[in-house]
């Protein structure tokens, strides 16, 4: 089974910290991917990363960097957390050539 | 641009009854992947089913079917027999076909309820 894994269920940061999300996947898949889920917006995808070291913005990158320095790992790093960006954060992993991919659990975050 | 539609906020369904959740998507591509994704309650996301555009075969998985017309661009989601454990949120996603980033686009989700 494929498995993706996020370094903390719950975390909660003040404003203004710096706060980095880890993913880690076993399944030697090339592409993983960051989102945030909010109600009634669904998932919207922050930054995805296709190789080591490659990485592309996704449709809300302001605030947010990533890095990918292995390929089982992608990190989400918020530089200056704010409240805005209080939310969950599912990250994902998957093969190219077959389009679907596999979660982590998440980390829900709370800024204050 | 391409866009996901689940016009269902929520739903609700009798344990051993059928429902069927709607999705609808907007795109110019002829080849793309289509799917439906289970959010348990603060559980993991899992993918539940996908359909290729080129396959005029609908998808089916145990209890899961999906209604897949290509040209009204609708992908409705069946659950057979519901049963608590369905009981979720359930996404429908879309990816277009080709390049090697497989992005999905999700839509905004319908809550499953399934009444005892």
């Known amino acids: 089974d494929v498995k993706v894994t996020q370094s903390s269920r719950y975390l909660v940061k003040r404003t203004g910290e710096k706060v980095f999300l880890e993913c880690v996947q076993d399944m030697d898949h090339e592409n993983m991917f960051w989102y945030r889920q909010d109600p009634g917006l669904g998932l919207r995808l922050i930054y995805f990363s296709y190789d080591v070291k490659m990485k592309e913005k996704g449709d809300i990158p302001e605030g947010y960097s990533v890095s990918r320095e292995k390929k089982e790992r992608f990190s989400l790093i918020l530089e200056s957390a704010s409240t805005n960006q209080t939310s969950m954060y599912l990250c994902?992993?998957?093969?190219?050539?077959?389009?679907?991919?596999?979660f982590g659990p998440g980390t829900r975050l709370t800024v204050t | 641009a391409q866009t996901v539609t689940q016009s269902q906020p929520e739903m609700s369904v009798q344990e051993a009854e059928t429902v069927t959740l709607s999705c609808t998507y907007d795109t110019s591509e002829s080849d793309y992947y289509l799917f439906w994704y289970k959010q348990p309650p603060s559980r993991q996301m899992i993918l539940v089913i996908r359909?290729?555009?080129?396959?005029?075969q609908n998808a089916t998985e145990n209890r899961f079917s999906v209604n897949f017309q290509k040209a009204a661009k609708s992908f409705s989601l069946k659950i057979s027999d519901s049963q608590l454990g369905d009981a979720a949120m359930y996404f429908c996603?879309?990816?277009?076909?080709?390049?090697?980033?497989?992005?999905?686009?999700f839509g905004t989700g319908t809550l499953l309820a399934v009444q005892p």
């Open positions: 996603a879309y990816s277009p076909y080709g390049g090697a980033t497989n992005k999905l686009i």
């Open positions: 994902a992993s998957g093969p190219p050539d077959r389009y679907e991919q596999y």
């Open positions: 359909q290729e555009a080129y396959k005029q």
